[in-house]
Structures are given as C-alpha cells and as structure tokens.
C-alpha cells in the first residue's frame, strides 16, 4: 500500500511571504501522480497542482510550484505571495498511473499573519 | 458547467437511524467516487461506482455502509444503524468518462457532507 506522509500539521506565513509544505511518499511504482489539494475553511476541495511522474519539469500554477524529486520520492508545494485567501488545509496525494484510488497524506493547515 | 454537488452539508442523525447522503456528479461525469475524512485526517477511499455499477467498494466497511450510483439521479452512499464513530465529513468526487477502463482521470471533489452521530 501506498503512503503519503506530511510532516508539518502546522505552518504559519506572513502575507506576501513564501512558505513550503512537505510531502513524501513511499511507492514502489515508476509512473504515477501526484496532487495537492487545498481545504479552506469551507471543506470544499479545491486541486492547486498535478504533477505527472514521468515528467521531470516541476508544475506550476500561478503563485503555486512544486519541487518534484522523484528518487526522494519527495514532492513538495511552494506558496509564493502568500495572500489571506491562501489560508487552508493542504492535502498532499497520489495515484498509481492505472489507478484511481487517490491516497492522502494527513494535511498541514496553513494559517497567514496579515 | 456546475460542479460536484453533495447534499445535504450537513447531517445529524442519533445512533441507531440511517444516513443517506447524495452526490450528484459534474456535468459529463460518469464516474463516482467516495471517500471518508476522520477528525484530523485524510482523507480515505471508500467505493468507485459507474452507473448502476459498484466498481471498486474495497474501503467501505463490510457492514452497514452501501453505495449506488443508479441510472438515473445522483449517487447515494447510505449508513445503516449509526453509530458515533461514523461521525466524519464524506467526500464525493467525480471524473470524465473513459471507454478503456476505470477512469484515471483527475478527480474533482464536492464539499462533502459533514454527518454528526449523537
């Protein structure tokens, strides 16, 4: 069984800041997908990013990228310009390639200082 | 294009009373999937359906817990004789159609249905 670890429950971030959120994963697979997903205070999910395996470019969405490195099988989100808005549960996930179970970390809730 | 609906948002039921709860996929998807979320925790896969199939219905619990996806109207996950452990926040997601197996496409999540066991 896959799993996905995050290790920080909590980050805090001045406005206009940048933060990072880790997130690994044990996986004995070669292609697969990687998510993170966004919780705000309404429990709406809300996708941020996607990262295919096979693709060694880091995505990116706006102010939102990930450092993708896949030998650590480490895969983590970057929130530059922190805003209000960002505030949130980030979830971490992953999918095998044939696969649709997605399998979520535990989450790092973000809170942002005005 | 609408996205996924659930509802109700909320639900409060006392122990021993059954919790239907609805997902209504996006517009053009076929695919349904749902997941649980315990206090302070991801969240986990429960079933995937296709119209008026039960594709995969490995992480729901064997008793109690059922799960249709009919031909026509939304999905319902239903929960038998509650009890307070099933308290948590249920997540509906859905995908696009794909004619050469599950659907591996990205899913899109519905705000989920808080369920409160008294």
């Known amino acids: 069984a896959q799993t996905v670890t995050q290790s920080q429950p909590e980050m805090s971030v001045q406005e206009a800041e940048t933060v990072t959120l880790s997130c690994t994963y044990d996986t004995s697979e070669s292609d697969y997908y990687l998510f993170w997903y966004k919780q705000p205070p309404s429990r709406q999910m809300i996708l941020v990013i996607r990262?295919?395996?096979?693709?060694?470019q880091n995505a990116t969405e706006n102010r939102f990228s990930v450092n993708f490195q896949k030998a650590a099988k480490s895969f983590s989100l970057k929130i530059s310009d922190s805003q209000l808005g960002d505030a949130a549960m980030y979830f971490c996930?992953?999918?095998?390639?044939?696969?649709?179970?997605?399998?979520f970390g535990a989450g790092t809730t973000v809170t942002v200082r005005a | 294009n609408a996205g996924v609906m659930q509802n109700p948002r909320h639900l409060v039921r006392r122990r021993g009373q059954e919790a239907r709860l609805r997902c209504s996929p996006m517009?053009?998807?076929?695919?349904v999937y749902w997941y649980r979320q315990l206090p302070e925790e991801g969240l986990k896969f429960m079933v995937y359906?296709?119209?008026?199939?039960?594709?995969?219905e490995s992480g729901m619990p064997k008793e109690r817990f059922s799960a249709e996806f009919p031909k026509e109207g939304p999905s319902i996950l239903r929960i038998q004789q509650v009890v307070r452990g099933d308290s948590a926040a249920y997540f509906c997601?859905?995908?696009?159609?794909?004619?050469?197996?599950?659907?591996?496409?990205?899913?899109?999540f519905g705000p989920g249905t808080r369920l409160t066991v008294l």
């Open positions: 997601a859905s995908s696009p159609f794909q004619a050469d197996g599950p659907s591996t496409d990205t899913q899109y």
């Open positions: 359906l296709q119209k008026e199939n039960i594709i995969d």
């Open positions: 990262q295919e395996a096979y693709k060694q």
């Open positions: 996930a992953y999918r095998r390639a044939n696969d649709y179970k997605l399998s």
């Open positions: 517009k053009g998807h076929s695919h």
